[in-house]
């Protein structure tokens, strides 16, 4: 038999790399282990290899807090001694104080944000522009338009901003008029197209109309040929999980949406409790395994899917809180990563350092934050520090074993980036109006956790998502509900709300205002 | 066991458990079965502790204890997986417990060869290192398919040893 051709050093590290992380086939192991039988260098590489691991494991586990070295339950569910069971208690205490005074509380949290700018979905292209921009395809944005800039819509409708327009392209078929006025026509029978102000929609069922800004409430649509339908929001969530529909004999692991049928799957550190509201809620360990995974709303690119908003959005949910408040302890409420347009909305605490993407600029310390992408901006968290001023909420308030209502929001037309706690806004930015909101793709969402280092510790129920910023009035009405144990809002009939509803129908030559907020004729 | 003793051994534990978990870390193949292991070691130390006599060096006695408990991982539970032979293992634990000082001091650089990595890569091969981490969701969210990820992270331990290795021959001549 021939003797084994030794192995490179460049061989082994390899081979050594691929068996601790346990990808090794049985043939590399078999070489791996006549290398070190055959070599003490190589035993060396070896365990300076495995040290290193072990180095990196422990040097990303003390970023994550305290962790006991005994834990009390094992993977297989066998228990230690009972006497023991106790010392290893007292030595997760020992060790807790013994890391929280090595960190001095000042310990960085290594979070996970995926920075890459994923491709976002083309919606138009520009005519009518320079030569430059001349048939250029762009992605949701706001155009503030000079007086020969026209896009083509991708659902094939010609669109001229007139009047120093400032117009959101926000979809193929649709667009959010923030300023001046827009004509759209329609450019064969199966185009399509709908401008947007706020509450209001005008959906061209014709050929050509034209929406004009009036004033900051008031829009005047004047049909030129055909008939465009007037619609009014049906102010309800895109996506409502009320939990309340947990089968502990079916489907123990799953909940669906209450509007679009999308399910969350829950992963083992979360149970099904009694409902703040309604039957069921949902109780996270504050493990890596406490996560609902949305199984669904995705798109392939940024701005595409269900869970995609274009105009506004808010984000809404009752919660019993037990976050620690502690320097790098993240719980997440919400969570959508799609590359840097993400959407976010969690207890964050990054000790003595300013959050990176903190807009207004905090003081370092506890907060909740609300993260957002806008386009011409870039993500940014509204950072709501929980110290007591100026009517916000302290940590100790909110996680006082109570349960609380919380309400993040945006909205486009005002600008307006606010967070209200148990019905009051407490918490405002204003960034210039008429930005989209860029999210949404193919990166699930999850609730109560993010990659499994930031779980939520508590209870989280009636979580709902809208593509719309709920007004002060509905936020309050909502959490008096809430308080009284009823749903957010009475569902008029079961199954998928219709998002918006008809109320005026124009023809060739008319002319109406509208009220955008109220969507009420003039 | 007295109260005394009880909390000797708290004493003790908490000092070594660093250098018995990477001792036991570099012997086991898999993050995922170290704590299964180190329970097992925690147990044994603490039923043996009133052999343990004060004059000795704990850290080595629990070196000791636990080289014998991965062997027994070895024997029940490694045999159905990709591993290294008992023997293999017997050899490297003694390997280890030689160069547990080198090895220590090893560790000592780390931190310093992390800080020249550039912060995403760090980030990364730290949130990949988390115990909650599991390789596809990085790997998804790095842009890298499971298999081009592993081929990263090879580099950057390499990168990182290297950059170790180097420090510690810098701190030798020092």
Same mark, same amino acid.
């Given at each position: 038999?021939?003797?084994?051709?030794?192995?490179?050093?460049?061989?082994?590290?390899?081979?050594?790399?691929?068996?601790?992380?346990?990808?090794?086939?049985?043939?590399?192991?078999?070489?791996?282990?006549?290398?070190?039988?055959?070599?003490?260098?190589?035993?060396?590489?070896?365990?300076?290899?495995?040290?290193?691991?072990?180095?990196?494991?422990?040097?990303?586990?003390?970023?994550?807090?305290?962790? =006991?070295?005994?834990?009390?339950?094992?993977?297989?569910?066998?228990?230690?001694?009972?006497?023991?069971?106790?010392?290893?208690?007292?030595?997760?205490?020992?060790?807790?104080?013994?890391?929280?005074? =090595?960190?001095?509380?000042?310990?960085?949290?290594?979070?996970?944000?995926?920075?890459?700018?994923?491709?976002?979905?083309?919606v138009a292209?520009?005519?009518? +522009?320079?030569?430059?921009?001349?048939?250029?395809?762009?992605?949701?944005?706001?155009?503030?338009?000079?007086?020969?800039?026209?896009i083509r819509s991708g659902s094939g409708a010609d669109i001229?901003?007139?009047?120093?327009?400032?117009?959101?392209v926000s979809s193929s078929d649709e667009g959010?008029?923030?300023?001046?006025?827009v004509?759209a026509r329609l450019t064969g029978p199966a185009a399509q197209y709908a401008v947007t102000?706020?509450?209001?929609r005008i959906t061209d069922v014709g050929t050509s109309f $034209?929406v004009?800004?009036?004033?900051?409430?008031?829009?005047?649509?004047?049909v030129?040929d055909g008939t465009a339908e007037v619609q009014?929001?049906?102010?309800?969530?895109?996506?409502?999980?009320?939990?309340?529909? &947990?089968?502990?004999?079916?489907?123990?692991?799953?909940?669906?949406?209450?509007?679009?049928?999308?399910?969350?799957?829950?992963?083992?550190?979360?149970?099904?409790?009694?409902?703040?509201?309604?039957?069921?809620?949902?109780?996270?360990?504050?493990?890596?395994?406490?996560?609902?995974?949305?199984?669904?709303?995705?798109?392939?690119?940024?701005?595409?899917?269900?869970?995609?908003?274009?105009?506004?959005?808010?984000?809404?949910?009752?919660?019993?809180?037990?976050?620690?408040?502690?320097?790098?302890?993240?719980?997440?409420?919400?969570?959508?990563?799609?590359?840097?347009?993400?959407?976010?909305?969690?207890?964050?605490?990054?000790?003595?350092?300013?959050?990176?993407? =903190?807009?207004?600029?905090?003081?370092?310390?506890?907060?909740?934050?609300?993260?957002?992408?806008?386009?011409?901006?870039?993500? $940014?968290?509204?950072?709501?520090?929980?110290?007591?001023?100026? +009517?916000?909420?302290?940590?100790?308030?909110?996680?006082?074993?109570?349960?609380?209502?919380?309400?993040?929001?945006?909205?486009?037309?005002?600008?307006?980036?606010?967070?209200?706690?148990?019905?009051?806004?407490?918490?405002?930015?204003?960034?210039?109006?008429? $930005?989209?909101?860029?999210?949404? +793709?193919?990166?699930?969402?999850?609730?109560?956790?993010?990659?499994?280092?930031?779980?939520?510790?508590?209870?989280?129920?009636?979580?709902?998502?809208?593509?719309?910023?709920?007004?002060?009035?509905?936020?309050?009405?909502?959490?008096?509900?809430?308080? $009284?144990?009823?749903?957010?809002?009475?569902?008029?009939?079961?199954?998928?709300?219709?998002p918006w509803?008809a109320?005026?129908r124009?023809?060739?030559?008319?002319?109406?205002?509208?009220?955008?907020?109220?969507?009420?004729?003039? | 066991?007295?109260? =005394?003793?009880?909390?000797?051994?708290?004493?003790?534990?908490?000092?070594?458990?660093?250098?018995?978990?990477?001792?036991?870390?570099?012997?086991?193949?898999?993050?995922?079965?170290?704590?299964?292991?180190?329970?097992?070691?925690?147990?044994?130390?603490?039923?043996?502790?009133?052999?343990?006599?004060?004059?000795?060096?704990?850290?080595?006695?629990?070196?000791?204890?636990?080289?014998?408990?991965?062997?027994?991982?070895?024997?029940?539970?490694?045999?159905?997986?990709?591993?290294?032979?008992?023997? &293999?293992?017997?050899?490297?634990?003694?390997?280890?417990?030689?160069?547990?000082?080198?090895?220590?001091?090893?560790?000592?650089?780390?931190?310093?060869?992390?800080?020249?990595?550039?912060?995403?890569?760090?980030?990364?091969?730290?949130?990949?290192?988390?115990?909650?981490?599991?390789?596809?969701?990085?790997?998804?969210?790095?842009?890298?398919?499971?298999?081009?990820?592993?081929?990263?992270?090879?580099? &950057?331990?390499?990168?990182?040893?290297?950059?170790?290795?180097?420090?510690?021959?810098?701190?030798?001549?020092?």
């Open positions: 038999m021939n003797d084994p051709i030794p192995l490179s050093k460049a061989d082994i590290e390899v081979l050594a790399g691929r068996y601790i992380d346990g990808c090794a086939t049985a043939d590399e192991v078999a070489r791996l282990e006549q290398a070190l039988a055959m070599d003490a260098a190589a035993r060396r590489a070896f365990l300076e290899l495995c040290n290193l691991d072990s180095a990196l494991e422990h040097r990303a586990t003390s970023f994550s807090g305290p962790i =006991s070295p005994v834990s009390v339950v094992r993977s297989g569910g066998r228990r230690l001694p009972r006497a023991l069971a106790g010392v290893a208690s007292l030595f997760a205490v020992v060790a807790a104080v013994a890391w929280w005074l =090595s960190a001095g509380g000042r310990r960085p949290h290594t979070t996970h944000y995926d920075d890459r700018a994923l491709p976002v979905v083309t292209t520009i005519h009518g +522009g320079d030569d430059v921009d001349d048939g250029r395809p762009i992605s949701p944005t706001t155009l503030r338009a000079g007086a020969s800039v026209a001229d901003l007139l009047d120093d327009a400032v117009y959101g959010a008029l923030f300023g001046g006025s004509l102000a706020s509450n209001l $034209r004009e800004r009036i004033d900051e409430e008031h829009l005047a649509v004047t030129l009014s929001r049906v102010r309800r969530p895109r996506c409502f999980w009320s939990f309340d529909d &947990m089968d502990p004999v079916m489907a123990p692991t799953i909940s669906l949406d209450a509007v679009r049928s999308l399910p969350v799957d829950l992963g083992a550190g979360v149970a099904a409790v009694e409902g703040i509201v309604g039957a069921g809620a949902l109780r996270f360990d504050n493990t890596s395994e406490a996560v609902a995974i949305i199984d669904g709303g995705l798109g392939e690119k940024v701005g595409e899917g269900t869970l995609s908003m274009r105009e506004g959005i808010s984000l809404e949910a009752l919660f019993v809180s037990r976050w620690s408040g502690g320097a790098g302890d993240y719980d997440e409420l919400y969570r959508k990563e799609d590359g840097n347009c993400r959407v976010l909305l969690s207890f964050q605490n990054d000790g003595v350092s300013h959050a990176a993407f =903190s807009e207004p600029r905090v003081p370092p310390g506890p907060c909740l934050s609300f993260g957002l992408h806008l386009a011409g901006i870039g993500y $940014r968290e509204l950072d709501m520090p929980l110290d007591g001023e100026d +009517g916000r909420p302290t940590v100790a308030a909110l996680t006082d074993g109570q349960v609380h209502h919380v309400v993040a929001s945006y909205d486009s037309f005002s600008g307006r980036k606010s967070i209200a706690i148990d019905g009051v806004k407490r918490f405002e930015h204003v960034v210039p109006v008429g $930005r989209l909101v860029l999210c949404g +793709g193919p990166q699930r969402a999850t609730i109560g956790n993010h990659l499994g280092i930031e779980p939520f510790s508590g209870v989280i129920d009636e979580v709902a998502i809208y593509d719309f910023a709920l007004t002060t009035e509905e936020i309050a009405e909502h959490f008096r509900r809430a308080s $009284r144990g009823e749903r957010y809002f009475e569902v008029e009939s079961p199954g998928p709300f219709v509803r109320i005026d124009l023809v060739g030559g008319q002319t109406r205002v509208f009220n955008q907020r109220t969507a009420e004729a003039r | 066991m007295d109260e =005394s003793r009880r909390v000797e051994f708290l004493a003790q534990y908490k000092a070594a458990e660093p250098a018995i978990r990477a001792h036991v870390r570099r012997l086991v193949p898999l993050r995922s079965d170290v704590d299964d292991v180190l329970q097992e070691v925690a147990v044994v130390l603490w039923r043996k502790f009133p052999q343990f006599r004060p004059e000795e060096d704990f850290r080595r006695w629990a070196f000791g204890v636990a080289k014998y408990e991965v062997l027994a991982w070895y024997r029940d539970r490694g045999r159905d997986r990709m591993t290294l032979s008992g023997a &293999m293992v017997e050899i490297l634990a003694d390997d280890a417990i030689r160069e547990d000082s080198r090895l220590h001091s090893q560790r000592e650089f780390l931190d310093r060869c992390l800080g020249k990595l550039d912060p995403r890569d760090r980030q990364l091969i730290l949130v990949s290192y988390r115990p909650a981490a599991r390789i596809q969701d990085v790997a998804a969210r790095s842009g890298r398919s499971v298999g081009g990820f592993y081929q990263w992270l090879h580099r &950057m331990r390499k990168l990182l040893l290297d950059c170790i290795r180097a420090e510690m021959q810098r701190s030798e001549k020092a």
